[in-house]
Nanobody, 111 residues
């Protein structure tokens, strides 16, 4: 079982990034999926949630209206589209599905 994230990087404030989380080794449609982030010196926080079918979605207040979570169960991949990025969005982003964690991908927002 493995979750592999990609898509992080450095962007200017107001920019966009799309994170991907690709699963292998289990049936992803059976599990909800969550994106978390952890900034340096802070606790890991839940950013977005999507149910196994994609019918239920929720966001942290801090990203609502700017981030969009989605999934493609055929491709076994979930996405986090991040728009209007702010410096406070800087963190390592992790996906979590079926009790497993990805390795994390760094997102930096700086002019």
């Amino acid at each position: 079982v493995q979750l592999v994230e990609s898509g992080g990087g450095l962007v200017q404030p107001g920019g966009s990034l799309r994170l991907s989380c690709t699963a292998s080794g289990f049936t992803v449609s059976s599990y909800s999926m969550r994106w978390y982030r952890q900034a340096r010196g802070k606790e890991r926080e839940l950013v977005a949630y999507i149910s196994g079918t994609g019918a239920s979605i929720s966001y942290a207040d801090s990203v609502k209206g700017r981030f969009t979570i989605s999934r493609d169960n055929v491709q076994k991949t979930a996405y986090l589209q991040m728009d209007s990025l702010k410096p406070e969005d800087r963190a390592v982003y992790y996906c979590n599905e079926g009790g497993y964690w990805g390795q994390g991908t760094q997102v930096s927002v700086s002019a």
